[in-house]
């Protein structure tokens, strides 16, 4: 009898170090939920900062091209300075509304990438695009950050009619057919 409540015993104690290994991995597993959540919503910050400097950016270049041509202080001739502001694109510079006449080389090189995106897939007879497929088709991966700034930019191409922004939440191609230069990919 002394045998089989020795073993009694070490079954006992095994079964209370599973019961602490099991408690362990359960807290382990909320531990890692949490922080996946914390990284997403700093993700998330991360793109939402990176695109108030594009925008700060952005609005700073054009007062201070207002204030330039205001003043009369550019560099260039006078003939420069009456055509109006250049039209090579600035990275985050504005997205103007879509109408007939202007080019897509009016927009920055990342909504242009965008742009090319979805003219292929337009191309190629595909459906809408949801944000995630742009950004791997663009070669950046499916980070939270990544796709959300795509996200935005796809958003801001649609309100400024660009693009469409389907019911499903997905982009399609412009209302016309739109030849986008070859810029690289660093949206």
Same mark, same amino acid.
């Given at each position: 009898?002394?045998?089989?409540?020795?073993?009694?015993?070490?079954?006992?104690?095994?079964?209370?170090? @599973?019961?602490?290994?099991?408690?362990?991995?359960?807290?382990?597993?909320?531990?890692?939920?949490?922080?996946?959540?914390?990284?997403?919503?700093?993700?998330?910050?991360?793109?939402?900062?990176?695109?108030?400097?594009?925008?700060?950016?952005?609005?700073?270049?054009?007062?201070?091209?207002?204030?330039?041509?205001?003043?009369?202080?550019?560099?260039?001739?006078?003939?420069?300075?009456?055509?109006?502001?250049?039209?090579?694109?600035?990275?985050?510079?504005?997205?103007?509304?879509?109408?007939?006449?202007?080019?897509?080389?009016?927009?920055?090189?990342?909504?242009?990438?965008?742009?090319?995106?979805?003219?292929?897939?337009?191309?190629?007879?595909?459906?809408?695009?949801?944000?995630?497929?742009?950004?791997?088709?663009?070669?950046?991966?499916?980070?939270?950050? @990544?796709?959300?700034?795509?996200?935005?930019?796809?958003?801001?191409?649609?309100?400024?009619?660009?693009?469409?922004?389907?019911?499903?939440?997905?982009?399609?191609?412009?209302?016309?057919?739109?030849?986008?230069?070859?810029?690289?990919?660093?949206?």
């Amino acid at each position: 009898m002394a045998e089989g409540g020795a073993v009694a015993s070490v079954l006992g104690i095994l079964e209370e170090r @599973k019961a602490a290994a099991r408690v362990r991995v359960e807290g382990l597993r909320e531990e890692v939920t949490r922080l996946a959540e914390v990284l997403e919503a700093a993700e998330i910050e991360l793109d939402r900062r990176v695109i108030a400097r594009e925008e700060l950016v952005e609005a700073l270049a054009a007062s201070a091209a207002e204030s330039t041509a205001g003043t009369g202080t550019g560099t260039g001739t006078g003939a420069e300075r009456e055509s109006g502001p250049s039209r090579v694109p600035v990275p985050g510079s504005v997205v103007p509304p879509w109408r007939e006449g202007p080019p897509v080389t009016v927009l920055a090189p990342d909504y242009q990438r965008i742009l090319g995106v979805l003219e292929e897939q337009r191309s190629a007879g595909r459906g809408p695009v949801k944000a995630k497929q742009i950004a791997v088709e663009l070669g950046l991966g499916t980070t939270p950050a @990544k796709v959300e700034g795509v996200r935005s930019k796809a958003r801001r191409l649609a309100e400024r009619g660009w693009l469409l922004l389907e019911a499903s939440g997905a982009f399609s191609g412009s209302r016309r057919p739109v030849a986008v230069p070859d810029v690289g990919s660093s949206v």
